[in-house]
């Protein structure tokens, strides 16, 4: 089981959009301005809806994007005005793209200080943004509180693990979008089968781990099958193909001080549990000799 470092983090809940559509949109919001101005042989005034994919440009990247997008608008006006436009027109040009460089500038500093205000709360955040639930770090100092509460009363500490098996099929499938509902409904799943003094948080891209303070193994183990009966039983949302849609949820518990003395030896101990668990699954759904899976 892998947890989720800083960097997984920022990577997952980051909010820039891929490079290539960013650039495809603005490049297409150039070339649509291009082709209202050759289509009604006048420079003016559509020349002046340049100002919009040199915005968006600042938006997606930033003060650079702004400036090549006011650069490509400016090499357009040249490319499809006539030059008797051009002489008439250039100190309104002139004057209009420089602006269009100007408004690129301010639009892209703002943007990139919101986008880096969002990422700082983020990342001071305990909550993940998928889910609603605890990060790993958050989760992992509630449950190093718990067990030295344990220490000193003298109860046990239960941990359930959940994880989604074949996750990267789901979201191949189905896309990120969905993917990230399936989680969301499976923390819920979770949450509902637990007590409201549990401590619930995500620890992986793909698990979820609930502490659950005075239970010994059996109390864990009761928790463990509730909620791996509840996760069998979940359907998620898919797509127009298939509506609704199953997924394969390993499920295990582990105890403190029972099966570790620490929080890295519960992670270990769970981690054992569940790789023979999905294998046992997966062997489970192969087809033995001379069958065929429908």
């Known amino acids: 089981m892998r947890e989720v470092t800083p960097a997984d983090d920022d990577a997952r809940t980051s909010h820039r959009r891929p490079a290539l559509p960013s650039a495809l949109l603005v490049a297409g919001g150039i070339a649509f ?70 408004c690129g500038i301010v639009v892209g500093i703002q943007a990139r200080r919101q986008r880096t205000h969002a990422r700082a709360l983020e990342r001071v955040s305990t909550r993940d943004p998928v889910t609603g639930v605890r990060k790993a770090e958050s989760f992992y100092a509630r449950l190093n509180e718990e067990m030295r509460r344990s220490d000193r009363y003298g109860n046990d500490v ?74 069998a039983a979940a359907e998620f949302e898919g797509d127009a193909l298939e509506p609704a849609t199953r997924c394969r949820v390993s499920v295990t518990s582990v105890s403190y001080p029972a099966d570790a003395g620490d929080v890295s030896g519960l992670v270990s101990t769970a981690s054992a549990r569940l790789a023979p668990e999905a294998e046992r699954e997966r062997e489970a759904r192969s087809p033995g000799p001379g069958e065929v899976i429908a």
């Open 33 to 102: 301005v291009s082709v209202l101005i050759l289509s009604t042989g006048r420079l003016s005034p559509a020349w002046i809806l340049y100002l919009l994919p040199v915005i968006l440009a600042s938006l997606l990247a930033d003060v650079p994007g702004g400036i090549v997008a006011a650069a490509l608008s400016a090499t357009t006006v040249v490319l499809v005005a006539s030059p008797s436009e051009l002489a008439a027109q250039w100190p309104e040009l002139l004057t209009g793209l420089s602006a269009f460089v100007v």
């Open 158 to 231: 239960g941990v359930v693990l959940a994880r989604v098996e074949d996750i990267d099929e789901f979201s191949r499938t189905f896309g990120r979008y969905k993917t990230d509902l399936m989680l969301e409904h499976l923390a819920d799943i979770v949450r509902l089968s637990a007590r409201d003094t549990d401590i619930m948080g995500r620890v992986g891209p793909e698990t979820f781990a609930l502490a659950i303070p005075h239970a010994d193994p059996a109390a864990a183990e009761t928790v463990a099958r509730r909620v791996a009966d509840a996760a």
